[in-house]
């Protein structure tokens, strides 16, 4: 006879993280971190307050590009507006035209 052992399968839901779900949490985090480096460098070689501005603006566009993202769904899909016909061709199949009236 077997044994049974009970399986921790996890939660059975998706990571989420203030409103981020998945990859696209990884994606806020990377707009955060590169915002923040080249919002130093900007302030680095030029002034504090050009650096701030970058440094707010960057964050600001990454986290709104990923939010837009997101609506779209987790993998990239094309939605096509339109009616497809899609031409049946049963005479390659082998079925008579006579059987499908």
């Known amino acids: 006879?077997?044994?049974?052992?009970?399986i921790y399968k996890g939660l059975q839901k998706p990571l989420i993280y203030r409103g981020f779900k998945g990859k696209f949490i990884a994606w806020g985090i990377s707009s955060l971190v590169i915002g923040l480096v080249s919002?130093?460098?900007?302030?680095?070689?030029?002034?504090?307050?050009l650096g701030g501005a970058v440094t707010i603006i960057t964050i600001a566009?990454?986290?709104?590009?990923t939010f837009q993202k997101q609506k779209g769904g987790l993998h990239s899909k094309s939605r096509h507006k339109g009616v497809f016909v899609h031409p049946v061709n049963f005479q390659s199949h082998g079925i008579p035209s006579e059987k499908l009236l």
């Open 1 to 6: 006879m077997m044994r049974k052992y009970a």
């Open 39 to 49: 919002g130093g460098l900007t302030g680095a070689l030029t002034s504090m307050y």
């Open 61 to 65: 566009g990454g986290l709104f590009y």
